[in-house]
Structure formats: structure tokens, C-alpha cells
Nanobody
Framework: QVHLVESGGGLVQAGGSLRLSCAVSGLTNEPYAVAWFRQAPGEERYFVAAITFKGNTFYADSVRGRFTVSRDYAKSSAYLEMNRLKPDDTAVYYC?????????????????WGQGTQVTVSS
């Protein structure tokens, strides 16, 4: 059974930083990509960043240069380092994983999801 568990969310002032973690278990038999999405109240779930099994990274324009996605294969974990945070970054952040992802920014491509972690950026 596959489980994704996010952690690291919280309240931070604008300009501050947070590091989100995503622990993945149960996906041991095939390589997989990990992505981060976010969803604000009343809005759709939007793509933030993704990292392939080979370590290639992709970012939404709104976070490129401020956020960094990475993964630790030994710990079966992925991370989202968020710097220079803005109030517009406030949302619930979800990590997602799947083995075959033709379009990294499409949430429908991912089978496995975490429960989400709240990030709130105050002005």
C-alpha cells in the first residue's frame, strides 16, 4: 500500500522560508516522479514543482527562482524548499507521486497523494 505524508507547513512572515517534506512508502518496485501542488480555498489545485526519478526538475513560473524541489532516494523522501515567500503562496500543499507521468503539471496524472500541509504567509 502506498502512502505519502507531508510535513513542514506552518505560519511564516512574507520574505521568510519553509521546507516541506514528503515521505513516500510502498513505491518500491518501480521508479517514480514526485510533484508538489497547492490549493487555496475556493481554487483549483495548481502545479508547483516536480522532480523525476532521474532528478530532472520542473517549476511553475510563479515559483521558479524561489522554490527548489529535491529528493533523497535513500530516505524515499522529497522536499520543497520555499524561499522569499509571499502571501499569494498561502495554500494547502500536497505532494503526489506516480511511475508514469506524461504531463508533470497535470494533477490527474498522479495516482498517489498525501493529505496536505497548510502553508500560511502573513504580510
Amino acid at each position: 500500500q502506498v502512502h505519502l505524508v507531508e510535513s513542514g507547513g506552518g505560519l511564516v512572515q512574507a520574505g521568510g522560508s519553509l521546507r516541506l517534506s514528503c515521505a513516500v512508502s510502498g513505491l518500491t518496485n518501480e521508479p517514480y516522479a514526485v510533484a508538489w501542488f497547492r490549493q487555496a480555498p475556493g481554487e483549483e489545485r495548481y502545479f508547483v514543482a516536480a522532480i523525476t526519478f532521474k532528478g530532472n526538475t520542473f517549476y511553475a513560473d510563479s515559483v521558479r527562482g524561489r522554490f527548489t524541489v529535491s529528493r533523497d532516494y535513500a530516505k524515499s523522501s522529497a522536499y520543497l524548499e520555499m524561499n522569499r515567500l509571499k502571501p499569494d503562496d498561502t495554500a494547502v500543499y500536497y505532494c503526489a507521486a506516480d511511475s508514469i507521468v506524461p504531463e508533470f503539471s497535470d494533477p490527474a496524472q498522479y495516482t498517489y497523494w498525501g493529505q496536505g500541509t497548510q502553508v500560511t504567509v502573513s504580510s
